[in-house]
């Protein structure tokens, strides 16, 4: 710790700096805070939203795309055949096409279970304005005190706490958080005075941590599903996007039937040369 340091003005400067320092430390809190809060409640809320709203009009299209464009290679292949005067094995050459969209199937499963999974979170109950408020007041109280980028070398309780209370924070447990608020409270030492040299060298800690998260927030902000709050809080844009997506569901419908109706009729002009039977 630097002890060199003596004299009125240079105290007055210490004093000013170090209430730079905890000035700092609060901006960091709550800048930490606002990443947890999007990464932890806002962002899964939005996603669990855009999934109810527009989820399962999305995968039903997905899924039409995928069977135009299986239809549309199961005709390729089979005119190959035919060009080639070839018999037609036609187990096998659905088979190879069910092999090309394998990706395809596993994320209309993947899509289809998010859709199960958002209705389900949105039947649970979510916190009071004033419990949310005690749960957030909670929590940055507890990053102030706690957080390592805030406290360089926590001792191994802070960082029990701090631990705890952002899985706390994750499950929205307002009443572990109070708890945990109180046994941080419990376990504060007493302040350490910081000399001249010290002060500067943590304040260009903490400026960088500043820096970071404001670019880790804007980044969270343009990118899904933050990138649509607007269409989300919309009445008007979200019927805008409903009929969008109705429309272009009833225009793929009527392009699969097409394809469907061309590759019927391909197998049944071709039939004779099949050595394998298409139900």
Wanted: charged residues 30%; contains cysteine; proline residues 3%.
């Amino acid at each position: 710790m630097d002890t060199s340091w003596s004299g009125p003005d240079l105290a007055s400067e210490i004093l000013a700096e170090g209430q730079s320092l905890a000035d700092l430390r609060d901006e960091v809190a709550k800048l930490i805070f606002e990443k947890d809060f999007l990464v932890s409640r806002r962002i899964p809320h939005l996603l669990n939203l855009y999934t109810l709203k527009f989820g399962a009009r999305e995968c039903e299209i997905f899924e039409l795309e995928t069977r135009i464009l299986m239809l549309r290679r199961q005709i390729e292949l089979v005119q190959v055949e035919i060009n080639h005067q070839r018999e037609l094995d036609l187990e096998e050459i659905l088979q190879r096409v069910e092999t090309m969209f394998e990706d395809n199937a596993q994320k209309i499963e993947v899509w289809r279970e998010a859709i199960k999974e958002s209705t389900l979170a949105f039947q649970g109950e979510s916190l009071s304005n004033e419990d949310y408020l005690e749960f957030k007041n909670n929590y940055l109280f507890i990053v102030k005190k706690t957080h390592p980028d805030i406290n360089p070398n926590p001792t191994e309780e802070q960082l029990e706490l701090f631990n705890l209370a952002v899985k706390a924070f994750e499950s929205g447990d307002w009443l572990v958080m109070a708890n945990l608020k109180y046994l941080v409270e419990v376990s504060e030492t007493s302040t350490i005075t910081l000399g001249p040299g010290e002060l500067a060298e943590a304040k260009e800690k903490l400026s960088q941590v500043k820096t970071n998260l404001l670019a880790e927030i804007e980044g969270l902000q343009k990118s899904f599903p933050l990138n649509q709050l607007a269409l989300l809080e919309s009445q008007e844009l979200t019927k805008k996007k409903i009929k969008s997506l109705n429309e272009l569901k009833e225009k793929l419908t009527q392009e699969l039937a097409v394809h469907q109706s061309r590759w019927l009729g391909l197998i049944d002009t071709h039939k004779d040369s099949c050595f394998s039977h298409y139900q």
